[in-house]
């Protein structure tokens, strides 16, 4: 059975940090990318961060220099370091992992910055 499971998520002071993780059971951890999308409150959800299975990183403008996206294959687990947290990160956290045609999808960790 496949299962992504988000933890780290809570609420945090506008600039504090936080670190996500994304642990995967189930799959060939190393062959997926996995992603990192949000949904803010009444928005729709966005792409956020993403780490390909060879370790190359890509980020929205939003979180470039904020947030860093990390990958342990033998943990199976993926990170998102959260940096200089900002109301505006408001959102509900999905990691999903994706080969090929195969997307699997977590349940997703609430993240909440107060002002």
């Known amino acids: 059975q496949v299962q992504l499971v988000e933890s780290g998520g809570g609420l945090v002071q506008a600039g504090g940090s936080l670190r996500l993780s994304c642990a995967a059971s189930?799959?060939?951890?190393?062959?997926?990318?996995v992603n990192w999308y949000r949904q803010p409150p009444e928005k729709q959800r966005e792409l956020v961060a993403t780490i390909t299975s060879d370790g190359s990183t890509k980020y929205v403008d939003a979180v470039k220099g904020r947030f860093t996206i990390s990958r342990d294959n033998v943990e199976n687990t993926v990170y998102l370091s959260m940096n200089s947290l900002k109301p505006e990160d408001t959102a509900v956290y999905y990691c999903?992992?994706?080969?090929?045609?195969?997307?699997?999808w977590g349940q997703g960790t609430q993240v909440t910055v107060s002002s």
């Open positions: 189930g799959i060939r951890f190393s062959r997926y990318a």
């Open positions: 999903s992992a994706s080969w090929l045609t195969i997307d699997h």
